[in-house]
């Protein structure tokens, strides 16, 4: 049974992970995945280097802790010095490292460098936004034809940067753009059976919609289970923003079928496509942005909507069940949760930690027991 007191002492297990980590990822991060559940101290320059400062937040959130600030200030210093620099930053992701470290820090202590850190950061990603397609391209640099066009799914994830920047200036700008990409997404990266595409292609010489294809998924008519994840608490996310009630509409038909496609034990196969008795690999990281997916939708639906206690209900299921794939068997690993995947077709980071998969734990563990001024 789900009871604070157990999901306390599961905090308490990730907080003093946390602790033991400040020397290794002081100024450096963890690789977006490890190796045998260990992962090794990298520079700042991956899409995923945002989930260790917000975990750093999250922690401090929770409890305060000199040690944890200290770090939380470098990095600081080092999301600066990347943005200064331009240090990969051709890419949409610009959401996942800019929200997680300089909006959660303005939220969390009202720093005004980290205040005009975000701004900066969100001017950055608006150089990819495509004024005929409406969206925001996903990958590469914004003049290659192979990816002009392209969004995807994960993308939901990067636009609260840009509704921020919007409420901080006065700017409509960016939420306009913001919304313009997050209703296409709606439109069409979510299928009729509420199933969705990882990525989908919009012409961007006449606006118009091309295809859907997958680039992690099994297939491009599958269901990549970590992109449903993404729409799951993508939608409900912008709906905090811009009010669009259909959002969660339709973040709810995509709870439903990503609920519907669960083994036994209620974390997700790789891709959805794969059910009960598949040797196919779990991956918790999608089960983690889930359970903070369902628990965001719930917190948004009416009072009267019965689907909220059958979603809370249901992420606390897949939480309790994650209970069980956490390193603690591994003493020598330095990560949270095991049995993630990055990309089974490119064969990347398969049955390891992710460094979104254990921030994402974290997020929903806090979640459960606090009211969290969200990062998003």
């Given amino acids: 049974m789900l009871t604070k007191e157990r999901i306390e002492q599961e905090i308490e297990y990730v907080y003093n992970k946390i602790l033991d980590n400040l020397d290794t990822f002081e100024t ?21 280097d945002g989930f260790w400062i917000g975990m750093l937040h999250l922690a401090q959130s929770y409890r305060f802790d ?22 990969v930053l051709n890419h949409h992701d610009i959401g996942f490292l800019y929200s997680l470290s300089a909006v959660a820090d303005y939220r969390e202590n009202k720093t005004a460098s980290s205040r005009e850190l975000a701004l900066r950061a969100a001017d950055v990603l608006m150089r990819r936004y495509d004024e005929t397609a409406k969206i925001f391209q996903a990958w590469g640099d914004v003049s290659d034809s192979e990816q002009q066009g392209r969004m995807i799914i994960d993308c939901n994830m990067n636009l609260p940067l840009l509704y921020f920047a919007s409420d901080e200036t006065g700017d409509a700008t960016y939420r306009t753009a913001a919304e ?14 509420y199933s969705t595409f990882h990525t989908f292609y919009m012409d961007i010489k006449t606006g118009q919609p091309r ?6 998924g099994f297939s491009d008519g599958s269901c990549w289970a970590r992109g449903q994840a993404w729409g799951i608490y993508g939608f409900p996310i912008s709906y905090t923003h811009i009010g669009d009630a259909s959002l969660l509409e339709s973040a709810s038909h995509l709870a439903d079928y990503y609920l519907a496609h669960l083994p036994a034990d209620k974390i997700a196969y790789w891709d959805l496509v794969f059910t009960e008795g598949s040797t196919e690999e779990r991956d918790t990281s999608a089960s983690s942005i ?5 628990l965001e939708l719930a917190k948004q639906l009416p009072l009267t909507d019965t689907r909220r206690t059958r979603y809370e209900q249901a992420a606390g299921d897949i939480l309790t069940s994650l209970f069980n794939y956490t390193t603690k068997d591994y003493p020598e690993s330095n990560g949270l949760l095991v049995q993630g995947v990055y990309s089974k077709p490119g064969n990347l980071g398969v049955d390891e930690c992710t460094t979104w998969g254990d921030y994402f734990y974290f997020e929903a563990l806090i979640r459960m027991v606090k009211s969290w001024s969200t990062y998003w």
């Fill in 180 to 193: 313009n990409h997050v209703k296409l997404a709606q439109k069409y990266l979510i299928r009729e059976d």
């Fill in 66 to 87: 000199e040690r944890i600030q200290q770090v939380i200030t470098k990095q600081l210093a080092v999301f600066k010095q990347r943005l200064d620099d331009e240090v």
């Fill in 290 to 294: 889930t359970v903070c997916g369902l």
């Fill in 28 to 48: 450096k991060v963890p690789k977006a995945v490890s190796t045998d559940y260990v992962y090794p101290a990298v520079e700042n320059e991956d899409w995923t």
């Fill in 211 to 216: 295809y859907g294809a997958t680039a992690q």
